[in-house]
C-alpha cells in the first residue's frame, strides 16, 4: 500500500500583490513519552503508563483514566491508580521520535519552529479550510510512519493555534462520553482528535470563555499576583484596565492584555540563532545542603560547556537561577572578561554566583544556569603557545570523544562527584525530578 | 605655601600630573595632587602608588615656600572655568585660597605629609634617548599589549636597554611589536638579561609627557621600577613582575615571499575591506597574486567586501586571513608613505611587517 503523503506547499506561488492568507499550525504530541514507550514495547499497550522519576513527566491515556496527570508526584499518582507502570525515560528514543515528526513535517511546509521536541508550530500560506486539511493528511502521514498520535490547532498566531490544539485534546476526550475508562475496558482504539481552527477576527472571542493560566507566561507566581482581581477567564483579563495590570506585573502586564485579546505576534522561527544556552534540575523534596549544590552547578556547567564545545560556541556571561522550596526565585548574572568556552573559568564563576547568591536559609527545588550570549567560537592561533592551555584542550577533547562513545556519565568531574552517592543516573545524565525534562 | 601662578600654565601642569591620579578609590589622599614650593620652583606630583609624576611648573611666583594638597577634580576645574590671568594660591592649615581678581575658592586642608614619599631618580648610571625616538618606540609597540589579564606580563611592553640602542616589545599573544631606536649608556647602565617589563599606562604617561622632541630623557632601571627624567619631570613607575615570553624564538629567521607595500596603501585597502568585517566574524582574508592583492572580509549576516590593490610582486599565489584590526593598529601608527615589507612564508605561518630595522610587527593568521 502507497503512504498517503501530504502534498508539499510552495512559497513561490504566493505573489505579493495578492492577499495572502497565512495560518499557523500548531502540532502536539499526544502523550509524548508514554506513547513512544507504548509504541515500543507491546506490552505496554492498553496498560496505565507513566514516564519519570520523583514526579510525572509523561502519562498514557490509561493512566489519565485514574486520574494520573502530569507534573503529579509519583507516590501520588501510584496511589490513584495501583497498577501504574513506572518507567524512568530514554530521552535518546524520545529525540528520535520527536526529529522523524519534525522531518515530515519539514517535507510539508518550509517554515517549522521546533519549541519542544512534541511542540512544533508550522506557518502554513494557506486559507483555514485547506489548513485543516492539510493538517489532518499530516495526522494521518504522522500516524501511519512515526505510530504516534498527535492533535493539531489552528489559528492566526501562535497563541490562538496552541489554544485551539488544547480543544482539539479535550474533543476527544469528549468522544467517549466523559468515560475514558469503559471505552479503554472495552479495547477499542482510541479514535483521532479533530483538527480544530479559528477563523481570522475571531481571536478574542475564541479565547473568551477559557481560563487565565491558559496563556503563556501565567504560571504560578503570576496566578498569585493577579489573586486580588478575581480573574476567572481570559475575558475578565482582556477588561482590566492595562494601568493596573502593568503596575501589578510589569513589562509583563502589557503582554497579557494584549494576548488576552488575541494579540499575538511571536513570529514562527524556523531556525532560531541561538543566543543563550541554559541547563537545570530540579528536585523533590527540595535540598539545603550546599555541598550537594555546590556538586550539582559544577555538572549543569559540564553540561553546558560540552554543549558549547560541540556547537563550536564561546559564551561572554552566566547567569544563574534558583527556586527555593516556598517558589521564591533568586539569580545572580557574572560577565566574563573574555569569550571563553573554559570550564574551570566557567565552574568557578557559577559556584561563586551560588555562594553570593543563595542566602535565604531556604531548600532549594531548583538550580539552573545559563550561558549567554553566544557567539560562534573565533580561533586566533597563538605566537607563543601556552602549554597548559593547550593540554587542557587535548584533555577535554579526549572527555568529549569518551562520553560520546560511553555516554555522558561514564566520565564525571571530582567536583560533582558527589551527585554520584546520592542521585541514581543512566547512561547520559542523573534522574532529577524531572528526568526528561530536566535539561 | 604662598605663590603666584599663571592660570593656563598651572592648569596644563595639573591636568599632566592628573594623569597620575588613580581613577578607582585606592585610598582617599591619592585622589590629591601635591604641590611643593621651594624658593626656585614649584612642582606638582601625583601619584596612584603603581606609578608617579613629579613636573615642574613654569610661570610661578613664589612668595613663601612650603607644601600643599590640591584635590585634582576641583583644581582642575577651577584652573578651566575661571577667566583671570594670574591667580593666587594661599595654603594654611584651614586649607588652600585660590583667588583671583573677581573669584576666590576656599579647599578644605588635607595634610601634605599624608602623601605617599616620592622615590629620587638617583644620580649613578643611566641610558639616554632623544625623546621624539622614545615617543615613537612607545607608539609602535603599545597598541599591542594585552588588555586582559590572564597572561599578567603581556599588559606590559618589554624594555631592552643595551649599550648603544633601545628596544621596546609589546604582545598579546597574537601579535608582537617590536621597535628599536639608537640609545647612549652612561655609567655601563644595561638591562642585562633580565629586561624591565613597564606598564602600558606608565608609558602611555610619558608619551602624553614628551612635549618637545629633541629633549633629552634619561632613563634608570631599578630593582621592580624604572624612573624617566626629562628637563622639566620625573616619571616614576613599578615594574610588572613575571617572566616575559621569549619573543626572539618566534621571530621567523626567513620568508620565502616578500612584498613591499606604502603603509598608507595598505591601510586603505585594510580599512575599506573591513568595513564588512563584524565583531563575530573578525576576519579579513589576503589574497596575493601575480601584480595585486585582494582583501575580502564577510559580515556574520551575509555582508561582502572585495578590495584589489596593485603591487609589485611576481611570486606564486598565496592566501592567508587576519584580524583587520591588529593590521589597522600597526598601519595608523606609521607615517602614510612609510614603505612596509611582508614577508610570508606558509599560509598557516605568522606573517612579518617590517619597516627597515628598526620596526618588525608580527602577526599570527586566522585558522
Redesign the interface.
Known sequence: MGKKRAPALDYTSVTMYTYVHMNILHLDIDAFFASVEQRDDPSLRGRPVAVGTGVVASCSYEARCFGVRTAMRLSEARKRCPGLLILPGDYRRYEQAGRHVLAICKDVVERVEVSALDDLYLLLPVEKNDAIRLGESLREQIGEEVKLSVSLGIGINKLVASVATQEAKNRRLETFGGNLRSWMDQNRPLPPSPVVGVDPGREREYLAPWPVDILPGIGFSTLRKLEPLRLATVDDLAQIPRALLCGLLGKQGDRLIRFAQGIDDRPVESAKNQTRIGRRASFDPPVSNREFLMALTSHLVDRATSWLRWKGHHTRGLKLFMRYGDQQTGEGHASL??WTDDESLLRKTAQDLLNRNYKRRLPLRLLGIELGPL??A???????P?PLASRFRELVACKDHIRARFGFTSLQNASSLLLDKTLAKDRENYRFRTPCLSR | MKIICHREAFLSACQLTASAVPSKDVKAVLRNIKAHADEMSCSLFATDLELGLRLQVGGVEVIKPGKALLPAQKIISILRETREDQLHLDASPKGVVVKGKKVEFFLPYEDPEQFPDVPEFGEEAWHEIRAGDLRELIRRTVFSCAT????YTMTGVLFELDREDARMIA?D????ALAQCGAKSLGEHTTGTNPPVVPAKTLGVLDRNLIDDEEVVRIRVGVNEIFFRTDCSVLYSRLIEGRY?DYRA?LPKSASIKVIVSAGGLLAGVRQASIMSD?????LNFHLEKGQITFEAET?LGGKSKVEMAIDYDGDEISTSF?PQFLIDMLKAMPGEMEIQMELSTS?K?VLFRSGSSYSY?V????
Open positions: 572578561p573574555q557567539q560562534l573565533v580561533v586566533e592561533p597563538l605566537l607563543f601556552d | 586582559e589579564s590572564a597572561r604582545t599573544g597574537r601579535r608582537l615570553p618566534i565583531d563575530e566574524t573578525k576576519r556574520a584580524n598557516g605568522p608580527l599570527m593568521p586566522m585558522s
